[in-house]
């Protein structure tokens, strides 16, 4: 019932198109039919002979057509690849047929072809049998696998010397078509075949493309790579489709873009990525191409785009567009119709202004040169096309008047469906398909690549609306269609067929023992198969063959080249084991052969490329006198900065000394949703003393509204932000969203107020050699260098104690993870941040505002809910997710938090116990003894110098630090520049310490700092 609706549905589709198409165009398949009824009359065919071959079946349209030309033609022959021994040849019926059977579907079309004939009223001469595939004559071990490779009891035979057939497994589809490259120079060379006796056929060619255009061309092999290509990969298209979808998409980045790179626009590349940057860096948006304004995104302190130039550039690229928006669809009538013919011209027009035709014949002259005839034939069978097309849009849509929008549509798909085919520019050359394309008549040696389960011989497809019940019920109605899925499947042993009987004298085949992704691939069961026919047949392990290969097996520069890498390489020589002196001498040999091709006129280029290669070690060092340079005799730093260094001084170097930057984006990263936290608090708290209020006394409500004053004025005054927040809804959600964090945090960090005796007196306070507010923090180096640190602190609490001005430091951090105190960190120099803060303020103090310091703390801004159970929830009604994390001197605890009397405190890291007071729990507790605390600073100011003694020597390498499973590769940005590899590079490795740890070696005096790299 179901097929029947179905059938029913696509009968009415069927019946209305060919209704639109009558009178005007003719159907593929109406073509053959007309084609059927021409026959009869066409006087060359009458009693010509006719040969078929080539097939394994025909169409319905096809037969029938075929039924014309047999009766017509004095004589046919049809050829068909069968086993005659399964089929009654002279009385074949279907219903006899095995659907499972390997002849399958050649036997189904002999059939079809016996009762065509006997319809047809002709006379079926006795079939020609042919017994002993000629192709086979000279090797009997592919004649074996032609006649037995799916018999179940075959017969087993040996292979010869010659070995002519192998089976070889690769790591990887890269190595896979490296080896096969090498066979084929070796056959070429050592047998004298010609290129053009060799095919290479993979089942997935779209996988290994690649691999062979780079391998294939680095040995100098000639190739041809047999597929069609899709006419909407051409720059052309490209060019056209981005172009309307720009105009009528409301000049979105990414359309305008993929417009400028087709390189058909007139505009240089280095324009375009300038352009590009521009406009990521500050969220242009569609309304910013269109507007008659200049572009003025950037604010002052910018230096890194000339707008001058931006904007140049942007009214040469939106010129063309907005005249062609103009044609097409106006900005004050978007819903434009116009006919065809009109379209045509305008698009034309569009790119003859561009100097598109021109453009195109300087790159086939440019392929010419190159004697690159398929780019050639490429661009030339494109131009017919592309020309037809349009022409074909005319006759279609005549008399009609479309949309842009409809028209974009409609040749888009015209794009996509029409392809390129190709023939072989020169005669002599490897070919390289897939099964079904493979046609070649002479080969004599195949090399069968990606024989894997899902691959080989083709992978199957399910798709479309109809199912197999749908079809099986069609074929019982006389109404053939497509083959079911079991005919597909069966249909898959015929091609493996047609695989392995391609070649007359070697055949290979090979597959990948692993994906790209690393995950393993299962062989195909043919390969079982195939074994089974031979006693001596085992797979053979690529990898092991190409490290034992010998230098007199070389046939080119490009094998030579990895052959002496890979033997002479520092891990082959690590892992040579007990084939050590073998290989000594063998190695021996290979480097006075290197030496040989480093010293040859011709090959010296060559030997200098593995001789870079072999003793690359991945080292970096920069020359002290360059150093001296670069930082002359004071050297400016920040903490952040010396904790890169200690990090790994390779980062240190890329960021702060060549000042590499990632490409700016217009989009809210957590490093920019900090600056909003910190500006928008910076400036509540200087409101606050501005009005003379203070956060303890000040009421909750009253706090809130001034917070959300200054969140309005930072949106608006901040550029950036600012920027940021007009450009869409979500945008301003994520900073009302962030605002509403902002007020949880100020209402904690009024609690911790209320809680002691120090208040918030300054924030965003700095400490540098010119303007800052702590005035300049300078250390003394060897050899009279200086060192002035730079820093920011974000808020400074001061409490007058017995007379004296002594202030607590808070820095903000956005997330609870990273506002913690680690001493490790600290010992080795990765985060000194709160030390560095508290010497700056003891060393440069203003005598009448602070005399001395107590402590620093990190503090979060971002806190998330803690998951509990229901009944926990009581408990934690009462907890404080914002609590300060750091250090400090513990005679001040009750000036810091006058609540708590017993355990741990609310608002900050340390323990009160009836033993040991405020420094209960010492070796988890930020409280620290007075003693311990002076050494905690002067150990800081130890391992500053030290560190600054580092870079000044010009240390700069590739040794990033490893403690415990952290390590600083990880969400690294330069990792792509400084190319780390495990297997090359060593890591500093760190081993955590703890709070009495540090404090034992600081007593020692101790500092880890000379050791470390």
């Known amino acids: 019932m179901l097929a029947g609706l179905k059938f029913a549905d696509v009968g009415l589709v069927f019946a209305e198109y060919l209704k639109s198409i009558e009178g005007r165009f003719l159907d593929p398949d109406v073509q053959l039919n007309l084609a059927r009824k021409a026959v009869a009359e066409a006087d060359f065919i009458k009693g010509a002979k006719l040969w078929v071959d080539g097939f394994a079946s025909f169409t319905a349209s096809e037969l029938a057509l075929l039924a014309e030309l047999m009766k017509t033609a004095a004589e046919t022959q049809i050829a068909l690849c069968l086993d005659s021994a399964n089929l009654d040849l002279k009385r074949p019926n279907a219903e006899s047929i095995d659907p499972i059977g390997l002849f399958e579907p050649t036997e189904r079309t002999y059939t079809e072809l016996v009762e065509l004939i006997n319809e047809c009223k002709l006379k079926l001469v006795e079939p020609i049998i042919l017994e002993e595939p000629v192709r086979f004559a000279g090797c009997k071990e592919l004649a074996h696998i032609e006649r037995n490779i799916f018999s179940i009891s075959g017969r087993r035979l040996k292979i010869g010397n010659r070995k002519s057939v192998r ?18 120079l070796k056959l070429v060379r050592e047998k004298d075949y010609r290129y053009r006796d060799i095919a290479v056929i993979a089942s997935d060619i779209e996988r290994y493309e690649h691999y062979i255009r780079a391998y ?21 298209v490209q060019l056209i489709c981005s172009a309307l979808d720009v105009i009528t998409g ?21 324009d375009v990525d300038m352009l590009e940057n521009y406009c990521l860096a500050f969220g242009v948006r569609g309304s910013d191409w269109t507007s008659g304004q200049d572009w003025r995104f950037a604010g002052q302190d910018e230096e890194q785009f000339d707008e001058r130039r931006i904007n140049q550039i942007r009214l040469k690229v939106s010129e063309p567009l907005l005249k062609l928006r103009e044609q097409l669809c106006p900005a004050d009538d978007l819903a434009k119709k116009i006919n065809a013919d009109e379209f045509r011209r305008i698009i034309f027009d569009f790119l003859d202004k561009l100097e598109v035709p021109e453009t195109l014949e300087n790159w086939i002259e440019q392929a010419g040169e190159r004697e690159d005839y398929t780019t050639i034939d490429e661009h030339r069978q494109f131009y017919d096309k592309f020309v037809d097309m349009f022409s074909e849009l005319v006759e279609v849509f005549a008399g009609q008047e479309l949309t842009v929008e409809d028209y974009s549509a409609i040749i888009k798909s015209a794009f996509s469906q029409l392809m390129l085919a190709f023939i072989p520019p020169t005669l002599d050359q490897v070919l390289v398909g897939s099964i ?57 042993q015929y091609l493996t067929y047609i695989a392995f009987t391609r070649a007359s004298e070697f055949m290979c085949i090979t597959y990948p023992l692993a994906n790209e992704k690393g995950s393993a691939e299962v062989r195909s069961q043919f390969i079982d198969n195939l074994e089974s026919l031979f006693d001596n047949l085992n797979e053979e392990s690529i990898a092991a063959e190409q490290s034992d290969e010998l230098p007199e097996r070389i046939y080119n520069e490009a094998e030579l080249a990895d052959l002496l890498c890979s033997r002479l390489g520092a891990e082959w020589q690590r892992g040579k084991g007990a084939k050590g002196q073998r290989d000594k001498g063998t190695n021996d040999e290979l480097g006075e052969l290197l030496d040989d091709i480093c010293a040859d006129e011709q090959l010296g280029e060559i030997g200098a490329m593995v001789r870079s290669a072999i003793n690359y070690e991945n080292l970096a060092h920069l020359d002290k006198e360059i150093a001296g340079k670069l930082f002359g005799r004071q050297i ?22 060549l000042e590499l930057q990632e490409r700016k984006e217009s989009k809210l990263e957590p490093l920019d949703i900090g600056r909003f936290y910190h500006s928008v608090l910076d400036s509540l708290l200087k409101q606050l003393n501005a009005e003379n209020k203070d956060f303890a006394t000040i009421d909750d409500k009253e ?25 869409s809804e979500h945008n301003k959600f994520i900073i009302h969203s962030a605002g509403e964090v902002l007020e949880d945090c100020v209402l904690a960090i009024a609690q911790m107020v209320r ?10 306070i700095k400490f540098d050699e010119e303007y800052g507010q702590l005035g300049k923090y300078e250390l003394m180096l060897s050899d009279n260098h200086s060192l002035i640190l730079r820093g920011k602190i974000d808020r400074l609490d001061i409490a007058e104690i017995n007379g004296e001005k002594i202030a607590i430091v808070f820095d903000y951090k956005k997330s609870k993870d990273k506002a913690s105190f680690s001493w490790s960190k600290f010992y080795y120099g990765l985060d000194m941040q709160l030390p560095i803060y508290m010497s700056a303020i003891r060393q440069r103090g203003r005598a009448d505002e602070i005399q001395d310091v107590a402590g620093a703390f990190y503090m979060p801004i971002e806190v998330s809910p803690k998951k509990s159970e229901l009944d926990e929830l009581p408990k934690k009604a009462d907890s404080f997710g914002y609590k300060a994390n750091g250090i400090f001197n513990g005679e001040f605890v009750q000036q810091l938090d006058e609540k708590t009397t017993a355990g741990w405190s609310k608002f900050y890291n340390f323990r009160i116990t009836s033993k040991n007071k405020q420094y209960g729990d010492y070796g988890k507790s930020g409280a620290l003894r007075p003693g311990d605390f002076e050494k905690v600073l002067e150990f800081t100011e130890r391992k500053i110098i030290q560190l600054a003694e580092q870079i000044l020597s010009g240390k700069i390498d590739i040794k990033p630090y490893k403690l415990g499973k952290e390590r600083p590769c990880t969400y690294c940005k330069y990792k792509s520049l400084c ?14 310490v703890g709070k009495t740890e540090v404090l034992k070696r600081i007593e020692a005096k101790e500092v880890k700092v000379t050791n470390l790299f």
Do not use: M
């Not at 809130?704 to 600012?722: M, N, P, R, W, Y």
């Open 979 to 992: 190319r780390f590899d495990w297997q090359i590079n060593d890591y500093n490795s760190l081993v955590p």
């Open 216 to 236: 294939f061309d680095d040995y100098n092999l000639p190739f041809f790579i047999d597929k069609r290509k899709s006419l909407n990969q051409h720059p052309v």
């Open 436 to 492: 079904e394309r493979s046609r070649h008549p002479d080969l004599k040696a195949v090399f069968l690549i990606g024989a894997t389960q899902k691959q080989f011989p083709v992978p199957v497809n399910y798709s479309g609306i109809l199912t197999d019940d749908d079809r099986c019920a069609a074929e019982s109605a006389d109404f053939a269609l497509a083959a079911t899925t079991s005919q597909t499947l069966a249909e898959r």
């Open 703 to 727: 706090l809130l509204e001034l917070l959300t004053e200054q969140e309005a004025k930072i949106v608006q005054t901040d550029t950036f932000i600012s920027n940021f927040s007009r450009h």
């Open 636 to 657: 400016k730093s920040s903490a952040t900065k010396l904790g890169d260094f200690a990090a790994c001084p390779y980062k240190y170097f890329a960021e702060h000394i």
């Open 755 to 764: 809680a002691g005796r120090f208040r918030p007196i300054w924030s965003e």
């Open 250 to 270: 409301g000049f979105s980045g990414g359309d305008v873009f993929a417009y400028l790179k087709t390189d058909l626009v007139p505009i240089e590349r280095f």
């Open 167 to 184: 089976i070889a497994a690769a790591p990887n589809a890269r190595c896979e078509v490296q080896f096969v490259a090498r066979q084929i």
